[in-house]
């Protein structure tokens, strides 16, 4: 009983970053999710940490932001949305 049947034991892929980035651009994933996370203000910059989660052939894997995105908070269009049904004004 030592031998194993063939393709029963099948070698894993090896995963690398190229490989990983072939993943996302050709969509082979079967659970996609990303994250945006504010770390705070400074002065007039948003700091954020972006992440994403996703599977891929019973195995997960992680991507995070190494760095910390600073954006001005100018280059955010902020709106009113009242009681979140529709927008009802920009708000400047």
Known sequence: MGSNMPGFLAEKEVLNRQRVKEI????EYS??????????IEGDNMVLKISFLLKYKERMIFIEEKDRIVLP?????????????????DIE
């Not at 996302?24 to 969509?27: F, I, V, W």
């Not at 996609?32 to 705070?40: I, P, R």
């Open 31 to 40: 659970f996609y999710q990303e994250k945006v996370s504010l770390l705070g």
């Open 73 to 89: 908070y100018t280059d955010f269009k902020v709106e009113d949305w009242g009681d979140g049904i529709r927008k009802i004004a």
């Open 24 to 27: 996302l651009a050709n969509k």
